[in-house]
């Protein structure tokens, strides 16, 4: 299968955050929509903060965002383009790891937010509306939460947080009273071989995971990876589906069918089962964000991924550039 781009120069300056909601592009903090025919709305309000950061879920016939400072402790929760009330979380070193923070549909209509308001090593589910906190989660599979996501079905919850004294991993949970998927267990922590760089969910099922050439471990454990590897885990079976190496570290990235999009340096479409880079967008620069911590310098543009649709957009001195991806035979 060969794979096949699209890309779009969109002008338009002056964004501090940037999601996906549906086929629009939004700036979280003033509700600014950028649409695929180029055209953009104009601004509706300011939040008077630096927010720099946002995630965002339609659901129900609401759109929830958040907008929150990466590597500070502040947020605010947005209903429908409109401000609904202010998050924060815990302050210890928030100023050194990503912030942790993702929106899930529970089900009954209730959205909830998942989050540390209180310690950095306990997530917390709260209802989106109400405030009320449904439930606490603390594990020793993870020290850190960072990079909050949720799988496609809504069943896992992944962190790619880090551990004391900077050591970065990943965790998995399930999120619904059944274990079914995760064996023998309702969470999955990987030991280290060398240290985790990203992960993201490729489908309900599966997680691509990078490592840096940082070693922790001399002997790689089965969870582990060697030194710049890009691993699918499949959560059913339990185990390596494929491991293959990296020319260099990964960055953040967007697993989507058979490649996943690395955005170390510029976007490249690395092949899954290889490791082979199959195109690049050198006209990009996306950052040098190396895990949870290593912010880079400068550090990335705005970015907002919609891997369930195939795409990414990136911000520059220019505008937005909008990548929309294919697959041929």
Known sequence: MKLCQTTVQIPCDGLSTLVWDGDDLVDVT?????????????????????????????RFGSWWAVAYENRGTAAALMKNGQFHRQLNRDFSHADRFDYPIALADRGNGRIVIIHCPRSYDTLEFEDAETGEILEVRRSEGMEFHSRLAISPNGRFLLSAGWFWHPLCGVWICALSESTDGIPNSNELAFSYGYEFDSAAFLD???????TTSEEVNDKIPNGGLGSLKLGVWSIPENKWSSVADLAEC????????????????????????????????????????????????????????????????????????LVTLSAAD
């Open 250 to 321: 990964s960055g953040m990235i967007m697993p989507w069918r058979n490649w996943a999009i690395s955005f170390y340096g510029h976007p490249k479409a690395i092949e899954l089962s290889t490791g082979a880079v199959v195109h690049r967008w050198d006209q990009l620069y996306s950052g040098r964000q190396v895990g949870a911590i290593q912010l880079g310098d400068p550090p990335p543009p705005q970015i907002a991924l919609d891997p369930q649709g195939g795409r990414f957009a990136v911000s520059g001195s220019n505008g937005i550039t």
């Open 204 to 210: 309900d099922s599966r997680v691509v995971l990078t």
């Open 30 to 58: 003033s509700n600014q929509r950028i649409r695929l025919d180029g055209s953009v709305s104009r601004r509706q309000f300011g939040l008077a903060y630096e927010f720099d950061r946002a995630v965002c879920l339609r």
